[in-house]
């Protein structure tokens, strides 16, 4: 399940992450210079063996792991994805973390929208809900095009949460897909 740039102009369009704070999502921070967003099912399975054989498998959804690749990406976004904070200071934006152990450090929940347009006039908008960053590789001056990217999981809502944020995501939800007949942009 990926959105990529790949297939321009129809593909991905539009990506943008929201924070997930106390159960509320905050304002959408846009990826202008995404390339990828992708994502895949992580389960957790069991074989049930009986008469020297297989008799059957259990499997169940655990988690989502997602994957982020930008061009770059903004002092806003990368507080979103990485937590910190940022301070403006006249012309220059600076991006502070510190370590502190272990309150106060950790990295926050947020959700990822990304978009792509279809041939057929309509897009097609993936949602992982509740996201966490675990590999975070920001680019640097020695990199060429100073590509960036972000690897997490995204775990399932909870009641409390599903209700918090107006019912956009359903309780135990990790992901959904909404196609749309129009072009309909992220919210």
């Known amino acids: ?3 990529s740039e790949d297939t321009r102009p129809y593909g991905l369009k539009d990506c943008k992450v929201k924070l997930w704070t ?4 905050g304002a959408a921070v846009d990826l202008p ?8 099912e992580a389960e957790s399975s069991a074989e049930f063996e009986g008469d020297d054989r297989l008799v059957g498998i259990g499997a169940h959804l655990t988690h989502v792991e997602w994957e982020l690749e930008a061009d770059g990406i903004s002092m806003a976004a990368l507080a979103v994805i990485a937590g910190g904070t940022v301070t403006d200071s006249g012309t220059t934006p600076t991006q502070k973390k510190r370590y502190v152990n272990p309150v106060g450090n950790e990295r926050p929940y947020f ?7 279809s041939e057929s006039g309509g897009d097609l908008h993936a949602r992982v ?4 960053c675990k590999d975070v590789d920001p680019g640097g001056a020695e990199k060429s095009g100073r590509k960036t990217s972000y690897k997490g999981v995204g775990v399932a809502v909870t009641s409390a949460e599903a209700t918090a944020v107006g019912g956009s995501a359903a309780v135990d939800e990790c992901y959904d897909f909404v196609k749309n007949e129009g072009i309909v942009a992220i919210s």
């Open 111 to 117: 959700l990822i929208e990304g978009q792509a347009i």
């Open 1 to 3: 399940m990926a959105l």
């Open 33 to 40: 210079v995404a390339n990828t967003f992708k994502f895949k």
């Open 129 to 132: 809900y509740k996201c966490k």
């Open 22 to 25: 106390a159960g509320a999502l």
